[in-house]
């Protein structure tokens, strides 16, 4: 069982339960009593897509379901691919992603070293680029991938809500154990 039961999305304190869900979904959101569900069936690589797709629901209710699931799912590969698990899930293996499909459109992914000392990322969307600096760990790295995609997918949204968006699901998602695999000098440990 999570010990998470609340989570800060864009300001306001959702309830997060994993329970039984009815009909065919996954998850569910209610504005009305601030609360996620997700469904306690759901494992791995389905519960991650899961978390993402309901709190993008919080952040945009007026999104079409059908982008939602598509920017859930595109988040949801990136980092899977990256190598981000919970403890009980398969052990991950980081795998070096040059490429992401995010929205249908293939993106280069390039961790470098840092331009200049405030800079993290950058996403190119004449480009189809997006860059992320390569000294970075922990929870600032799983923000700025959720950054940097987040523009790829909606680089017309304003700077501050894809700002907001990134650290409140990074903390909800570090907040409930998912990580990388650990990786020192280029080895898993």
Request: with cysteine.
């Amino acid at each position: 069982m999570n010990p998470v039961k609340t989570a800060t999305l864009m300001g306001h304190v959702w309830k997060i339960k994993f329970c039984s869900v009815p009909g065919d979904k996954w998850g569910t959101f209610d504005w009305g009593d601030m609360t996620l569900c997700i469904s306690y069936q759901t494992k791995e690589r389905l519960r991650l897509d899961t978390i993402i797709h309901e709190c993008l629901h919080a952040f945009c209710p007026y999104l079409h379901e059908d982008f939602v699931a598509t920017i859930a799912t595109d988040l949801c590969n990136v980092l899977w691919r990256l190598g981000y698990r919970l403890p009980e899930d398969d052990v991950a293996k980081m795998s070096n992603v040059r490429t992401a499909t995010l929205l249908g459109n293939r993106w280069r992914i390039k961790f470098r070293t840092k331009k200049h000392p405030l800079w993290l990322g950058e996403c190119y969307e004449n480009r189809s680029l997006i860059e992320i600096r390569d000294d970075i760990e922990d929870r600032l790295l799983l923000e700025t991938i959720l950054h940097e995609c987040i523009h790829a997918c909606c680089w017309y949204i304003d700077e501050e809500f894809v700002r907001i968006m990134a650290i409140d699901q990074s903390r909800l998602l570090w907040r409930l154990g998912y990580r990388p695999p650990e990786v020192k000098d280029g080895v898993e440990r």
